[in-house]
């Protein structure tokens, strides 16, 4: 939750190009309607999978009446050789190519929303959104209005907060009208919203937190935010709880939230005892984090929560090896400095989180207990970066 607006030339200007080591092969066309088999399944959680990946943004107008801009990755048929597509305004690529007719044999897909963080961006985390997509998901991400790196407005901050999760859930129902159409991109993706998943990163932690079932109770905030002047309390000490009323909360057909780099227990309640509710958290955290500090924001969020939950604890690590802002913004932060090797390496790290992510993901939504042994404790022991903890 760190302002970089000042940063928008430097993130327009440099070429960035996320890591598209072990990209997926083309998908097969269609024949004539006909779809092949859905390809097996990967046993390997850290590579990516066996379809490739298209993306597309589209724009909608909410029922609050807020213009929304929302980028999705999915399963895509792509040419062999096709070149990986920039995220614009940015010069930023990974392995995903824009506006490909979507895979469909293996859809209906399991779908997943993803909140950015405070002054981020939709696509700021495309090397995990990208792997998601290569195993086989759908994956939603709204940029929230007032809160990008091209937009950010400080004094905006507490309405943001408020809106974030309807910025979520309509994006997730306006992807699945378009889904269930005729869409050339999307269409046949999806076959509904009544479940899903929610990721998201510091800010958009936080909002997944909420989606997930966090019983929102302001007057925690009021209470810590006297005593503590954390960047948190800097943007949200000025909410007052009446200001809830109007403003969509928790989303009941959420199965798993995934919070990376999580804090603000305390908008929860006075202990935070409102997270008590959060549906099959797995909860990510760098022990260095200078941003959402670990002992002070991550830990407690994780402590208060209710089994079963899984905290991944990243040593060495800061607030932004869960995304892909070192690429987009380069060595502002000492953390994203790939010489500086008292951090953990950011590459490595994400690595780590993909294989996570999608172990929990796929035992959860598809079944696979086979990948189970990726979410046990002692698969860690040898990963010096990784301490995983399970209740």
Same mark, same amino acid.
């Not at 269409?187 to 019983?215: K, N």
């Given at each position: ?18 890591? *598209?080591?072990?990209?997926?092969? $083309? @998908? ?6 006909? /779809?092949?088999? #859905? +390809?097996? !399944? ?46 614009? *305004?940015?010069?930023?690529?990974? $392995? @995903? ?6 895979? /469909?044999?293996? #859809? +209906?897909? !399991? ?46 901050? *507490? ?233």
């Amino acid at each position: 939750m760190r302002s970089v607006g000042l940063l928008v030339t430097m993130a327009c200007m440099v070429a960035c190009s996320a890591d *598209p080591d072990d990209k997926a092969g $083309s @998908a097969d066309s269609v024949d004539s309607g006909q /779809l092949e088999p #859905a +390809p097996e !399944p990967s046993n390997d959680p850290e590579s990516m999978g066996p379809y490739s990946v298209g993306v597309t943004t589209f724009e909608f107008t909410d029922a609050r009446g807020k213009a929304l801009t929302v980028e999705v990755w999915y399963p895509g048929e792509v040419e062999p050789g096709a070149d990986p597509s920039p995220y614009e *305004p940015t010069l930023l690529t990974a $392995s @995903a190519v824009r506006d490909v007719p979507p895979d /469909l044999r293996g #859809a +209906p897909y !399991p779908l997943l929303g993803f909140s950015h963080g405070m002054a981020g961006i939709r696509f700021q985390s495309v090397t995990l959104t990208e792997h998601l997509a290569s195993h086989g998901y759908v994956v939603v991400a709204p940029d929230h209005p007032d809160n990008t790196f091209l937009d950010i407005d400080e004094d905006a901050v *507490p309405r943001v907060v408020l809106e974030r999760p309807d910025d979520m859930r309509y994006s997730i129902d306006a992807m699945v009208e378009r889904a269930t159409s005729s869409d050339p991109y999307l269409g046949g993706l999806v076959d509904s919203a009544d479940e899903w998943s929610i990721l998201g990163h510091s800010f958009g932690a936080y909002t997944a937190l909420v989606l997930g079932g966090g019983e929102l109770d302001y007057d925690g905030v009021i209470a810590y935010c006297q005593d503590n002047r954390s960047q948190a309390c800097r943007y949200i000490s000025e909410l007052d709880p009446s200001d809830l009323d109007g403003h969509g909360q928790a989303d009941d057909r959420i199965r798993m939230t995934i919070p990376y780099s999580p804090g603000l227990w305390y908008a929860f309640g006075l202990d935070g005892e409102g997270l008590a509710s959060v549906r099959k958290p797995f909860i990510f955290a760098g022990d260095r984090d200078t941003v959402l500090e670990y002992d002070t924001e991550a830990r407690p969020v994780y402590e208060r929560l209710s089994s079963p939950k899984r905290l991944a604890t990243f040593h060495k690590a800061g607030h932004y090896p869960f995304s892909d802002i070192c690429v987009l913004l380069g060595t502002i932060w000492e953390e994203c400095d790939p010489d500086d090797d008292s951090w953990a390496n950011v590459p490595e790290a994400q690595r780590h989180t993909n294989a996570l992510t999608l172990a929990a993901l796929e035992v959860e939504l598809r079944g696979r207990t086979e990948l189970s042994g990726w979410l046990e404790p002692d698969h860690w022991d040898a990963v010096d970066m990784v301490t995983l903890e399970v209740e």
